[in-house]
């Protein structure tokens, strides 16, 4: 065990090396958001480095990693993860696992809580004044998507950053902009279930309902307690065969009735997700009673159903994943939720 742990650690350790140099060289280009996935990928290694010392009893060299691995989400710009780490470094410290010959950790744990502080003074200064420029509904304008692609510079790991620019890009029609967004937020946050959702009701309401439901239907393999996720993909899937009724709609529908049957069995009464499901089923079962491909009031009702719900809840999602209050160096505070 021990052996495979030194195999690790060393492998981590090179890795770690590895993306920082890989970091350098990015910053150095321009390439901003390269560079801090870079920076995050190896504080994670890190990270890990440091709670492999840290299950050995190595207090010393796990708060070392601790710091270090702090460092590497400071130039990620990475609060959450940041301070995770001092926490950890800090613990360490005042547990009395570090020697006092050694007041040299303190004092980087001091510079790395600065650091934190200063990093969360500033992403609350720019949230601020985002929400200013936007409101509370969050309206959106070209001068707002601008002031978001403008700060990309100063916080490129930012995964609600991208996540707002891919939402203001949608509701201005910039498709690409928007995708391309959402998976940027997606690579420094791979396992959030809202981004997962957020990237299929995009698809879906930039009318690739083919593309959304291929999407939704691997997501759930990830997510399958996800409701808005499941939810999603069974929309996407009724309606891929586009506005007009295909020989295969029937077996679309009913692919989608069997994605929503465990949202349906749900006890949780009242919930988007469940009111959203049973009105999707409801529709869809009338027309699995009564399918034709002779066009009818189906496709009026399937239609008419279709713009009725994806703004809606683009908008919720964005809210749930990123609400539009600050984030703090202090972990008693409100936090920014990652």
């Known amino acids: ?3 495979a742990e030194d195999l690790l650690y060393r492998e981590l350790e090179l890795d770690s090396s590895n993306e920082l140099m890989e970091f350098d060289a990015d910053r150095g280009m321009g390439r901003d958001v390269r560079a801090a996935l870079h920076a995050r990928n190896a504080g994670l290694a890190r990270a890990r480095m440091a709670e492999i010392q840290g299950e050995r009893s190595n207090f010393v ?3 070392e990693d601790f710091l270090s691995a702090a460092e590497c989400f400071y130039s ?14 800090r613990a360490r410290i005042d547990l009395g696992d570090i020697q006092d010959s050694r007041r040299d950790l303190l004092e980087a744990v001091e510079i790395r809580e600065g650091q934190l502080a200063l990093l969360c003074d500033a992403l609350n200064a720019f949230w601020r004044s985002y929400t200013t420029l936007v409101g509370a509904t969050r309206e959106s304008s070209d001068e707002a998507l601008a002031y978001l692609i403008e700060h990309v510079s100063n916080f490129p790991g930012s995964p609600h950053l991208h996540a707002e ?18 998976e940027v937020a997606f690579q420094f946050d791979p396992s959030s279930p809202e981004l997962a959702a957020l990237k299929v009701s995009l698809l879906f309401e930039l ?6 439901a291929r999407v939704g239907r691997e997501l759930l393999i990830t997510h399958p307690n996800s409701h808005p996720i499941r939810l999603l993909a069974a929309r996407a899937i009724a309606f891929r065969g586009g506005r007009v009724l295909s020989e295969r709609a029937d077996r679309d ?15 949780e009464e009242g919930s988007h997700e469940q009111r959203d499901a049973n009105q999707l089923a409801i529709i869809l079962r009338r027309f699995l009673g009564s399918w034709s491909l002779t066009p009818s ?18 908008n919720r999602l964005l ?19 990652l």
């Open 165 to 182: 620019i891919s939402w203001q890009a949608a509701r201005l029609c910039r498709r690409e902009l928007a995708l391309q967004s959402l």
């Open 1 to 3: 065990m021990i052996a």
């Open 61 to 63: 060299a796990s708060t």
């Open 253 to 267: 529908w009913q692919e989608a009735l069997e994605i929503l049957e465990p949202l349906l069995a749900t006890p």
């Open 319 to 337: 809210e749930e994943y990123h609400p539009l209050h600050v984030e703090t160096a202090d972990r008693s505070d409100p936090v920014l939720a």
């Open 207 to 212: 009318d690739d309902a083919a593309e959304a």
């Open 297 to 314: 009031p189906q496709e009026k009702d399937l239609q008419n159903l279709k713009p009725s719900l994806p703004n809606a809840e683009l």
């Open 76 to 89: 990620a710009t990475d609060p959450m993860r940041m301070r995770l780490s001092v926490e950890r470094a």
